[in-house]
Every structure is written in structure tokens, then in C-alpha cells.
């Protein structure tokens, strides 16, 4: 496969040339106009905005594992699914600092809403490193316009860690991918599944990123997620069965970790706020249940548990752990805002020894929020529909994305050793 097909000539649209027919743009394109976000703090204000709206079911959704299909078009038509366009293309271009505080702030109302754009902006990341001007004229203008992209990059059951999903090129009427996803977060939702896939080039497996339209022919998602938290993200199963895609929608992947780039400290950085934003919202809904409902300890010479100074000390602990997080993730992105201004292998290896420093302590601190409301509420935590506990399960459940404990390890080596972290998707 020659690499100069992944960049065709477009249209002064940003279109590919319509005698390119392999598979057929999404069937349902978005119910709602969609704003454009005007810079960092359009987006921070929308984002809080939305955030209030989403809390209110998030309760019920939980729940009731309701599928959150009407959040979801009012958060695209909010416009917030393509800021990080740059600016250049005629998104927000905003910082990484004000994307994190996107993601922890929608988080906190809803951590499924928080988790499930992850991987569209991660999408946006690969396409903007390593993508062409012609494909990222025309995802960019799809994803202003509130196309959802999800993922398909998860594949089980070999100990070998071989992708087998692949990209065949030698069929007479184009290209093909054939395959078996699962965790695909964001595909049930998406109108477009970036996938990733093995193509054989110059005798060896080249791993590249397909953009498969959601509802091209030969795809099929199975809402088979049965996660004890993140209930509604959708994160099921999504299988390939010769679907065909056009060059165009094929952009470079592993050879985009073969130098310095930001794609792994820049997908961290977002699990780091989903978990931040997790934690958040656990101690915002420790704060009136202590007030209005739990009572003080038996023996504390108090009549309301937020006199008791046991008490007191407990959430003053969860606030200064989540204070402490939110200070390493802000720090965070503005070293992933500096490597992606200037990557080298300096730069990209203190923003990924920054984001894991985040990631370490937004996993503790939201872990123990969650903890801490269980302990303060007890039973009543589950009870009167209050759902209290779906901020630990919710922690719980995406703190374990990727082990923290070798974040421990790459940063103790990068101070100890000298040794710049591995250039992957998990640091």
C-alpha cells in the first residue's frame, strides 16, 4: 500500500472526490444545529452549563442503565466535541488545561457523559498528528458539524498481543477491514468508529487507524457492557465483516510512536480528568447529605454531623487530596500544550512523566472521595434513590483503564534513572 493514497486530492469543500464510493457516510447525521465554541472560556462556561442539566438524571440513568441518547445530542450541539479543532480549520483550538476541565467538569455530573468523548478527541489527536491536510479538512469539518467519533481499538483473547483485525488492499473493488472489537466506548453512539487495523507493508504489519462510518455495511455493536460502573458509555462489542473503506478514511498510527509525539500523554491527560471529575462530583454530593441527613457519631457531644469534627476532618481531607489532583492535572496539560507546540523526545516524556503524576493522584484521590461518601452516608448511600454509590463504583470501575502502579514505576525511573518513559497509549 503506498502511503501517498492515505492523502487524495479534495474538493474546495474538504471532501474526497465523489467517484470514491467505498462505504457511505452515517445514515442519521446530527438532529440539532451545532454551535461553534468561541475560545477557552466559551467552552468552561458551556461545559458548566451542560454539567448542571446532565446531574439532574444521572441518578436514574444509572440506575436504570438508560442509554443517554438526548444528552448526547444536546452535548455535540453544545459545540464542545469540536474544540480542540485548531483553529487553523476553524475550531477553538483550546488548551489541554481547558480540555481536562471540560471532561472533569461534565464528569462530575455524569462520569459515563465525561468518559464517552474520550475517545473522539483521541481520535482528533491521532488524525492531528498524523494525518493529512485532506483528511483532516474533512474530519474536522465532520466533527464541527457534530459527528461523533467513538472507537474500536481493544481486541481479547491473545496472549500475543497481535492485532487481528485487518486491512486488506488487494480486493478488486477497494479496500476492506475484517475484525473483532470489544471495550469500544463511544461506537454505539458514534457515526464514525475509528478502528484500529493490521495491513501487511514492506513485509512487515503496519498498524493503522481506519474511520469506519457506523452504519457502512458489514458492521454490527453489540450493547453487550455489563460494567458494575460507567453503566451507560456503551463500551460493547463491535465486529467488522468486509466492510470497505476508502483510503481517505486510513490515517497512520503506530508509526505516529516511532517519534516524539503527544497522542499518549494527550489520552491520559482525559482519563486523568474523568477520574478528577468522578472524585468531584463524590465530595459536591458528600457535602448536603452530611449536612441534611447523616447523623454524628455516637459518642461526639454534637447534635449534626457537620459539627462533628471527625467528621469535618474527613471532608477536609477528600477536598485537599481533589485540590491537590486538580493542581497536577492543570500542570499537566500545560506540559502537553508545550510538547505539542515543540515535540521532541524531551518535551514528550516530561508532559507523559507529568500526566502520569496527575493520573496517580486524580486514581487516589477519586477512589477515596468515593470511599469517603460510603463511609459518611452508610446505607443510606444506596437508599431513597439517592445513588450515591455510583461515584465509587464509577471510580472504581474507570480507575482501572490501565494499571497505575507502572505510572509509579516510569515516573520513580525518569527521576532516578534518566530514563524517558516508553511512547505509548497508557502513559
Same mark, same amino acid.
Given at each position: 500500500?503506498?502511503?501517498?493514497?492515505?492523502?487524495?486530492?479534495?474538493?474546495?469543500?474538504?471532501?474526497?472526490?465523489?467517484?470514491?464510493?467505498?462505504? /457511505?457516510?452515517? &445514515?442519521?447525521?446530527? %438532529?440539532?444545529? !451545532?454551535?461553534?465554541?468561541?475560545?477557552?472560556?466559551?467552552?468552561?462556561?458551556?461545559?458548566?452549563?451542560?454539567?448542571?442539566? *446532565?446531574?439532574?438524571?444521572?441518578?436514574?440513568?444509572?440506575?436504570?442503565?438508560?442509554?443517554?441518547?438526548?444528552?448526547?445530542?444536546?452535548?455535540?450541539?453544545?459545540?464542545?466535541?469540536?474544540?480542540?479543532?485548531?483553529?487553523? #480549520?476553524?475550531?477553538?483550538?483550546?488548551?489541554?488545561?481547558?480540555?481536562?476541565?471540560?471532561?472533569?467538569?461534565?464528569?462530575?455530573?455524569?462520569?459515563?457523559?465525561?468518559?464517552?468523548?474520550?475517545?473522539?478527541?483521541?481520535?482528533? /489527536?491521532?488524525?492531528?498528528?498524523?494525518?493529512?491536510?485532506?483528511?483532516?479538512?474533512?474530519? #474536522?469539518?465532520?466533527?464541527?458539524?457534530?459527528?461523533?467519533?467513538?472507537?474500536?481499538?481493544?481486541?481479547?483473547?491473545?496472549?500475543? $498481543?497481535?492485532?487481528?483485525?485487518?486491512?486488506?488492499?488487494?480486493? =478488486?473493488?477497494?479496500?476492506? +477491514?475484517?475484525?473483532?472489537?470489544?471495550?469500544?466506548?463511544?461506537?454505539?453512539?458514534?457515526?464514525?468508529?475509528?478502528?484500529?487495523?493490521?495491513?501487511?507493508?514492506?513485509?512487515?504489519?503496519?498498524?493503522?487507524?481506519?474511520?469506519?462510518?457506523?452504519? &457502512?455495511?458489514?458492521?454490527?455493536?453489540?450493547?453487550?457492557? @455489563?460494567? *458494575?460502573?460507567?453503566?451507560?458509555?456503551?463500551?460493547?462489542?463491535?465486529?467488522?465483516?468486509?466492510?470497505? !473503506?476508502?483510503?481517505?478514511?486510513?490515517?497512520?498510527?503506530?508509526?505516529?510512536?516511532?517519534?516524539?509525539?503527544?497522542?499518549?500523554?494527550?489520552?491520559?491527560?482525559?482519563?486523568?480528568?474523568? @477520574?478528577?471529575?468522578?472524585?468531584?462530583?463524590?465530595?459536591?454530593?458528600?457535602?448536603? *447529605?452530611?449536612?441534611?441527613?447523616?447523623?454524628?457519631?455516637?459518642?461526639?457531644? +454534637? /447534635?449534626?454531623?457537620?459539627?462533628?469534627?471527625?467528621?469535618?476532618?474527613?471532608?477536609?481531607?477528600?477536598?485537599?487530596?481533589?485540590?491537590?489532583?486538580?493542581?497536577?492535572?492543570?500542570?499537566?496539560?500545560?506540559?502537553?500544550?508545550? &510538547?505539542? %507546540?515543540?515535540?521532541? @523526545?524531551?518535551?514528550? &516524556?516530561?508532559? =507523559?512523566?507529568?500526566?502520569?503524576?496527575?493520573?496517580?493522584?486524580?486514581?487516589?484521590? %477519586?477512589?477515596?472521595?468515593?470511599?469517603?461518601?460510603? /463511609?459518611?452516608?452508610?446505607?443510606?448511600?444506596?437508599? @431513597?434513590?439517592?445513588?450515591?454509590?455510583? $461515584?465509587?463504583?464509577?471510580?472504581?470501575?474507570?480507575?482501572?483503564?490501565?494499571?497505575?502502579?507502572?505510572?509509579?514505576?516510569?515516573?520513580?525511573? #525518569?527521576?532516578?534513572?534518566?530514563?524517558?518513559?516508553?511512547?505509548?497509549?497508557?502513559?
Amino acid at each position: 500500500m503506498a502511503l501517498e493514497l492515505l492523502n487524495p486530492p479534495v474538493d474546495a469543500q474538504g471532501a474526497p472526490p465523489q467517484k470514491r464510493t467505498a462505504g /457511505e457516510p452515517p &445514515a442519521h447525521p446530527p %438532529s440539532q444545529p !451545532v454551535q461553534r465554541i468561541r475560545d477557552d472560556a466559551h467552552a468552561l462556561e458551556v461545559a458548566r452549563d451542560l454539567a448542571a442539566d *446532565f446531574a439532574r438524571d444521572a441518578v436514574v440513568r444509572d440506575r436504570d442503565r438508560i442509554l443517554p441518547w438526548a444528552e448526547l445530542d444536546r452535548f455535540t450541539a453544545s459545540g464542545l466535541w469540536g474544540i480542540t479543532v485548531p483553529r487553523a #480549520y476553524g475550531g477553538a483550538g483550546v488548551s489541554n488545561v481547558t480540555l481536562a476541565e471540560v471532561i472533569a467538569t461534565i464528569s462530575a455530573a455524569d462520569g459515563s457523559l465525561g468518559q464517552i468523548p474520550q475517545n473522539h478527541y483521541y481520535a482528533l /489527536e491521532v488524525l492531528r498528528v498524523g494525518g493529512g491536510d485532506a483528511q483532516k479538512a474533512y474530519f #474536522y469539518r465532520r466533527a464541527l458539524d457534530g459527528e461523533r467519533f467513538g472507537n474500536a481499538l481493544a481486541e481479547i483473547g491473545h496472549k500475543d $498481543f497481535k492485532r487481528r483485525t485487518r486491512l486488506t488492499t488487494d480486493y =478488486s473493488d477497494g479496500w476492506r +477491514v475484517d475484525g473483532q472489537k470489544f471495550y469500544c466506548t463511544g461506537a454505539l453512539f458514534a457515526h464514525w468508529i475509528p478502528t484500529l487495523v493490521s495491513v501487511q507493508q514492506g513485509g512487515r504489519d503496519v498498524t493503522l487507524l481506519a474511520f469506519i462510518p457506523r452504519r &457502512a455495511e458489514g458492521v454490527a455493536i453489540v450493547d453487550d457492557w @455489563d460494567g *458494575f460502573g460507567q453503566r451507560v458509555t456503551g463500551s460493547g462489542s463491535v465486529s467488522f465483516d468486509a466492510v470497505a !473503506v476508502d483510503p481517505v478514511w486510513v490515517v497512520p498510527f503506530l508509526a505516529s510512536f516511532e517519534r516524539p509525539t503527544t497522542i499518549g500523554p494527550f489520552a491520559q491527560l482525559l482519563h486523568a480528568a474523568i @477520574d478528577l471529575g468522578i472524585g468531584q462530583g463524590a465530595l459536591q454530593a458528600t457535602l448536603p *447529605f452530611v449536612r441534611e441527613h447523616a447523623r454524628p457519631w455516637i459518642d461526639a457531644g +454534637v /447534635e449534626r454531623a457537620s459539627d462533628d469534627p471527625l467528621t469535618i476532618r474527613q471532608v477536609g481531607d477528600v477536598a485537599v487530596r481533589l485540590r491537590a489532583a486538580q493542581a497536577l492535572l492543570r500542570r499537566a496539560g500545560r506540559f502537553v500544550d508545550q &510538547a505539542q %507546540s515543540a515535540p521532541d @523526545d524531551a518535551s514528550v &516524556a516530561a508532559a =507523559s512523566i507529568a500526566v502520569a503524576e496527575a493520573r496517580v493522584l486524580t486514581t487516589t484521590a %477519586s477512589l477515596d472521595a468515593g470511599n469517603r461518601l460510603f /463511609e459518611l452516608a452508610g446505607t443510606g448511600a444506596t437508599l @431513597d434513590g439517592l445513588g450515591l454509590d455510583r $461515584f465509587w463504583r464509577n471510580a472504581r470501575t474507570h480507575t482501572l483503564h490501565d494499571p497505575v502502579r507502572w505510572k509509579y514505576h516510569a515516573i520513580g525511573n #525518569y527521576y532516578l534513572n534518566g530514563q524517558l518513559p516508553p511512547r505509548h497509549g497508557a502513559l
